[in-house]
């Protein structure tokens, strides 16, 4: 398998995640993409390219979590 083809599909999935009007919908996708290209950046042996991938990917999933953990109200302190 080329990685090549790797890297166009982390590319088309950011790509996509950049189309999404819902932001969780966003930050799945820009997750996923990121970490395709972490991956392709490891089989490459491109350090910067999967070290800044995995990092946007912690960033997606904090942003993930923050989404889908409920909220407390103002009323119960």
């Not at 290209?37 to 946007?56: D, K, Q, R, S, W």
């Amino acid at each position: 398998m080329s990685w090549e083809y790797l890297g166009y599909f982390a590319s088309a999935l950011l790509v996509i995640s950049l189309t999404m009007s819902d932001v969780s919908k966003l930050r799945w996708f820009n997750l996923f993409g990121c970490i395709a290209f972490a991956l392709y950046g490891v089989a490459i042996e491109a350090t910067p390219v999967a070290f800044t991938n995995a990092l946007l990917a912690l960033v997606n999933s904090y942003h993930i979590i923050k989404l889908y953990k409920p909220t407390k109200s103002l009323n119960n302190k």
